[in-house]
T-cell receptor, first 114, second 116 residues
Framework: TQTVSQSDAHVTVFEGDSVELRCNYS??????LSWYIQHHGHGLQFLLK??????VVQGVNGFEAEFSKSDSSFHLRKASVHWSDSAVYFC????????????FGDGTVLTVKP | DPKIIQKPKYLVAVTGSEKILICEQY?????MYWYRQSAKKPLEFMFS???????DNQTASSRFQPQSSKKNHLDLQITALKPDDSATYFC???????????????FGEGSKLTVL
């Protein structure tokens, strides 16, 4: 069974600040890790994913995430946030099977103040 | 232009009734999914289909029945509605269900269902 934990329900920063949104997972086998963003009233949009190789992956809009096997983590970072980055961010894991099922964390609400 | 169309965007139903949520994708993808998002629970996986074949079903209740009339359609029929079914239902798609396609889904805008 895969589980995903996003320890911070809410994060508030100012525009131009850097931010890190945390994600920890538990699963015994090979997994795919991904991040999604959901603006209020809309569907989720894919940001980035990791399976193997370079543990730092680049995504859209300046987001990047770093995989750590020792910490069972896949934290999302951005060096300088914009007010439009205010949204809910979801971390997700998927076992390397053929069903396509994603297990999502509870989400982190990011608020960027001007 | 939206690539995944969900209809209706909002719907209200009475307990015991039946509703169908429509989903069409124009991304040329082979796999489609349904997820549910409610105030009580985070995004929950419900079903996955690949080439119109059921791949995974994590929905305990048979009241939820996906229907795939075409490769780019995956509707969701919900019968004997209950207030606990109130949620936003998201349709999603991906190029495939495994390999390099794993973990990268494209979501529709959702259908928000309220059951009174």
């Amino acid at each position: 069974t895969q589980t995903v934990s996003q320890s911070d329900a809410h994060v508030t920063v100012f525009e131009g600040d850097s931010v890190e949104l945390r994600c920890n997972y538990s699963y015994g086998g090979s997994i795919y890790l991904s991040w999604y963003i959901q603006h209020h009233g809309h569907g989720l949009q894919f940001l980035l994913k990791y399976y193997s190789g370079n543990p730092v992956v680049q995504g859209v809009n300046g987001f990047e995430a770093e995989f750590s096997k020792s910490d069972s983590s896949f934290h999302l970072r951005k060096a300088s946030v914009h007010w439009s980055d205010s949204a809910v961010y979801f971390c997700a894991v998927s076992a390397s099977t053929n069903t396509g099922k994603l297990t999502f964390g509870d989400g982190t609400v990011l608020t960027v103040k001007p | 232009d939206p690539k995944i169309i969900q209809k209706p965007k909002y719907l209200v139903a009475v307990t015991g009734s039946e509703k169908i949520l429509i989903c069409e994708q124009y991304l040329g993808h082979n796999a489609m999914y349904w997820y549910r998002q409610s105030a009580k629970k985070p995004l929950e996986f419900m079903f996955s289909y690949s080439y119109q074949k059921l791949m995974d079903n994590q929905t305990a209740s048979s009241r939820f029945q996906p229907q795939s009339s075409k490769k780019n359609h995956l509707d969701l029929q919900i019968t004997a509605l209950k207030p606990d079914d109130s949620a936003t239902y998201f349709c999603a798609s991906s190029q495939g269900t495994g390999g390099i396609n794993t973990g990268q889904l494209y979501f529709g805008e959702g259908s928000k269902l309220t059951v009174l």
